[in-house]
């Protein structure tokens, strides 16, 4: 199975959090999945964690490289740039990722989240997405129980596999 491209600064282990939730469905091929993760408008109406999204004027509505977008989780207002967007196709794993901050000084948060999306055999498709984290923020979530950050993300996998069951009317 395909595996997270890690920025420099952003490899688990070596940062503050880090958080890995995996689903694998039948029914559902990665070209489901995707218009409903690629267009972050559309996170709010499956994912009720995400909030108040807004893409960069002349961007939009799907991502791509370098757009920056805005979106409201955990409690913190987000900023983000969208540093890989590859599609799923021709046996190749569908790929969004970002890198996206809030705060300032002791309260900045740096977060690289990235998603892989990708089709195996019998009808089935694997979502996998992680997140690590730097800053204090970030400490403090390390050591919250029940973890937020795996929750969250759980609801997030679960919600997006919900919308494209019904999208697909599986």
Not at 147 to 158: A, F, T, V, Y
Request: net charge negative; with cysteine.
């Amino acid at each position: 199975m395909n595996h997270i491209h890690w920025p420099a600064g952003f490899i688990p282990g070596f940062a503050d959090n880090f958080a890995s939730n995996e689903v694998i469905v039948a029914g559902l091929s990665a070209a489901d999945i995707w218009p409903l993760l690629s267009h972050p408008h559309r996170w709010p109406g499956y994912y009720p964690n995400s909030a108040n999204v807004t893409i960069a004027e002349g961007h939009g509505p799907e991502l791509a490289n370098g757009v920056r977008f805005y979106f409201e989780t955990f409690g913190f207002p987000v900023q983000a740039q969208c540093n890989e967007f590859t599609a799923p196709g021709n046996g190749q794993p569908g790929r969004i990722a970002w890198h996206g901050w809030a705060g300032e000084g002791d309260t900045r948060l740096d977060v690289h989240h990235a998603w892989l999306i990708e089709d195996l055999s019998e009808g089935r498709v694997r979502i996998l997405t992680q997140e690590t984290q730097q800053g204090k923020p970030a400490e403090a979530l390390a050591t919250a129980r029940p973890n937020p950050m795996i929750n969250g993300h759980q609801d997030w996998l679960e919600g997006l596999v919900q919308a494209a069951r019904s999208a697909v009317g599986a």
